[in-house]
């Protein structure tokens, strides 16, 4: 109930947030030549992880948009 948002509001704004760039990672530490080193692979790692955790998040988001639907829905799917 942060800023006064419901939890589908808040839900949506957390996926928002969540996601990364990690190409953009990648690029930098490119450049920077830090690729092979133990943190920046720690650090895409983490990263790829997240990265396939929004494939749930796209796949319950939009089921938030209809009305009819509720959190005991979403516990199903």
Known sequence: QWMGWD???SLWLGALVSLSST???LKTLMNQGWLGTLSSKVMVGILIVQDLAV?????LLPMLNN???GWVSLEIA
């Open 55 to 59: 494939v749930p998040l796209i796949v």
């Open 23 to 25: 190409m953009v990672l």
């Open 67 to 69: 009305p009819e639907l």
């Open 7 to 9: 939890a589908k509001t």
